[in-house]
Structure formats: structure tokens, C-alpha cells
């Protein structure tokens, strides 16, 4: 009976070590993840959205491909 009390002893012991290391690594080296992704613009004729690199830019405007860009009426 002793020896089972001490194996719960030593379980919960390390289960407490871990949670604790779980902890302190959540709060210190995790740095908040920054935004890396690129702008979406919507084509001024169908407003559908896209990335800016893909987009066929007009002035100030943006399309998702040359046909959009001749039939855009202001």
C-alpha cells in the first residue's frame, strides 16, 4: 500500500512539472505571430477579391484581368 501511494505521489509530482513548464513556455517564448500575408483588392468591376500582386491596376483601381478592365465603366 506504501509503495502505490508513493507512485501516485511521484505521478502527480510530474504531472505538475510539466504543466508548469507548459505554462512558462506559453508565456515567455511565444511571441505574438505577425501578419505576413499580402493586401486583398477587389476588382472594380466584378468585386471579386484578390492579392494586390495578381492584380491588374488602373489608376487607382484594381482588376482580375484585362477583359474586366475594358468593359469597367466609370
Known sequence: M???LVLV???LVAY???KALAAKGRASG???R???GER???CSQCGINL???EALAAGERYFCCDEHRRQ???
Do not use: C, N, Y
Request: aromatic content about 8%; glycine content about 4%; charged content about 10%.
Open 51 to 53: 492579392p494586390e500582386s
Open 9 to 11: 505521489l511521484v505521478v
Open 30 to 32: 511565444a511571441a505574438p
Open 34 to 36: 505577425q501578419h505576413t
Open 72 to 74: 469597367f465603366r466609370q
Open 16 to 18: 505538475a512539472f510539466v
Open 2 to 4: 506504501g509503495k502505490l
Open 40 to 42: 486583398m483588392v477587389p
